[in-house]
Structures are given as structure tokens and as C-alpha cells.
């Protein structure tokens, strides 16, 4: 936090943590970065530190990562979002040469990061970026990021499988956030069911349909935090425009504000239903509220006398006229 009793224009240094330094430099997320720092893989002025929230001037101190020094520019992050394909592993390098996301983008995005993880199994939408901060603002649970999956799943879903969904599944890390869920499609022997999260949970989705009895049969993300396939198809990819970038740090950065719980109106109080007759004609007239004030009882003791002198003024006006036709037709 700035010292207030230091001008905005002073030659007091801006420090920010080496964490936030190494992400802003593209080199990792801001988690990479601590796990770089308490590897003791990192250098402040020529001193490793292995400790976390050590500060540095980005101006004046020389940070090194294995003995490279970061660079710090001041150019827009660059994003990328992929159609991950189905059987490809969110990873660099696979020992089990599995095919990997990296496979499926050009060279030169090979200094980007992945946004998050999809499970080998999954496909949908998968950002990459060099923006460590932005990484960390869209994966950090504390600023809950939506996440938006369709799940192919097997059996008829009800409203109370919904339920149980949105208000929260037990599961062996714990009982999950609540959520949004519903049907999207229902048949006769499996349903589309679209779940929004603000967790980001190992297989947590799939976990979840297990644990309510409905596994999923396929799984695709097709939302996050706002940015859609659009058309996309499957191993294809393309680059976030600089408006498309700013939107997508200000949904990350706005986090919390928006509430993901499923907002539930209060059911009206039952009115008690009389048992018989007698029961009604025994109850005591209604009484003006309690809380209603004398002027307020003024008031409708006036309207109800104006009404009945303005229908009686009604029936005095018409009786001679029906006097009249009486005698006529005698």
C-alpha cells in the first residue's frame, strides 16, 4: 500500500512481489512463479530467495530465472482460445506421447501458457496466454470465474437431481460450491444437461454427475469467463482481439460482484382454510392492522361514508323518475 505522505511524483521505488514480476514477464502463472521461488531457482541481484513476498524494483533490480534474466515490456497480452479436441492432454510434453494441445498450435505460440487444464477426455474451449496475472486472475478460486459445461449424461435428470447439483455435491476434497444447473435436452435414455461453475476442481463436473447417479458420456466447456467457441471447430484456434482482451480482463477482475447462486423466490405463506361453517361464522370481524396509523383509518371510514352518501344521492335522483314511468304505465 503507497505511503500517503509520499507525493504522487516521487523517487520513492515501486516495488511488486518477484511472483508478479515473473508472471507479468510471460515466463510462468503467478503459481509457477512461487513454485520457481521455493525451488530456489530464482535470483534477486545475484541473491536466490526462496521465500515468498520478496519484493523487487522492476526499474532497477535484476531478477534471473535459471540464470536468465527477465524481461519486463510494457505490450498487450497475448490470448489465444483453442477448440481442444477430444483424447488430447493439456500439457507440453506427454511421457506417454499422448497428443498434447501444443501439438495443435502454431510455433510461434510456443512461449504461451495454458489457462487452467481440461481432463483428456474433455474438449471445448482452452485459453493460452503469456500474461501471468491475467492467468492467475482467471484460475485464482477467489475471484470465481465462470465456467460454463455441457454433459451428455445417462438416465431422465429430475428437478430435485438439480437441486442437489446447484446447492452442492459431497465429494472426497468436500462439498462443492453451489452452482447453476439444467436440462438442456431430455430423451427417453440420456439428457443434455449444462452446468455453470465458479470452481475449477480436478474432473470436478464429471465427479459431480457420478455422485448424483448420472455419469457423463461426453463433457465439452463451451464458455469461459465469456469466451465462447464461436463456431469453432474441433483443433482449430484463434487470436483475442485487444477489445476481446480488455473485456476478458475485466470479467476476471470484476470476480465475486456477481452472485452464482441460484436465486430462489420465497413461496408465499398458506392462507388457514376454515374446517366448516360454524367455524367461519365464529371467527370476529377483521380489525384494522395494528400498525396502520389513525389517519390511515380516517381516511377509509371517509371514503366508505362518501361512497354510500354519493349511491344514496343516486337512488333519491332516480326515484322520482320511476315514479313518473310507474304512473305512465298505470
Excluded at 435414455?189 to 454427475?209: C, D, F, P, S, Y
Aim: aromatic share 4%.
Amino acid at each position: 500500500m503507497p505511503n500517503p505522505n509520499i507525493p504522487a511524483d516521487s523517487d520513492q521505488p515501486q516495488l511488486e512481489r518477484v511472483s508478479k514480476l515473473i508472471a507479468r514477464a510471460g515466463l510462468a502463472s503467478r503459481r509457477a512463479a512461487e513454485e520457481l521461488i521455493t525451488a530456489g531457482r530464482v535470483a534477486v541481484n545475484g541473491h536466490f530467495i526462496s521465500e515468498q513476498g520478496v519484493k523487487a524494483d522492476p526499474d532497477q533490480d535484476k531478477i534471473t530465472v535459471d540464470g536468465t534474466a527477465i524481461k519486463l515490456e510494457d505490450k498487450p497480452a497475448l490470448v489465444v482460445v483453442l477448440h481442444k479436441p477430444k483424447y488430447t492432454i493439456t500439457t507440453r510434453d506427454d511421457p506417454e506421447n499422448r497428443p498434447t494441445v501444443f501439438d495443435l498450435l502454431p510455433h510461434r505460440y510456443a512461449n504461451l501458457h495454458p489457462v487452467g487444464r481440461l481432463d483428456f477426455e474433455t474438449s471445448g474451449v482452452l485459453i493460452f496466454s503469456d500474461d501471468g496475472t491475467l492467468t492467475h486472475l482467471l484460475t485464482h478460486p477467489s475471484h470465481g470465474v465462470e465456467k460454463v459445461y455441457e454433459a451428455r449424461v445417462r438416465g431422465e435428470v429430475g428437478k430435485e437431481t438439480l437441486d442437489w447439483l446447484e446447492k452442492g455435491v459431497r465429494l472426497e476434497d468436500g462439498v462443492t460450491a453451489p452452482c447453476r444447473a439444467r436440462v438442456l435436452a431430455q430423451r427417453e435414455k440420456n439428457a443434455l444437461v449444462e452446468i455453470t461453475l465458479r470452481e475449477g476442481r480436478n474432473r470436478q463436473v464429471r465427479r459431480m454427475l457420478e455422485a448424483v447417479s448420472h455419469a457423463a458420456s461426453s463433457l465439452r466447456r463451451v464458455s469461459f469467463a465469456g469466451v465462447e467457441l464461436e463456431g469453432m471447430a474441433p483443433g482449430e484456434h484463434r487470436e483475442l482481439l485487444p477489445v476481446e482482451v480488455k473485456k476478458l480482463r475485466r470479467v476476471a477482475e470484476m470476480g465475486l460482484k456477481s452472485k452464482s447462486r441460484p436465486r430462489n423466490r420465497p413461496k408465499p405463506h398458506p392462507r388457514p382454510v376454515a374446517q366448516d361453517a360454524e367455524e367461519t361464522k365464529a371467527r370476529p370481524e377483521s380489525k384494522p392492522h395494528p400498525r396502520m396509523s389513525r389517519s390511515n383509518n380516517g381516511r377509509a371510514r371517509n371514503a366508505r361514508e362518501n361512497t354510500n352518501r354519493e349511491s344514496a344521492g343516486r337512488e333519491s335522483d332516480q326515484a322520482p323518475l320511476a315514479r313518473r314511468i310507474e304512473r305512465k304505465w298505470k
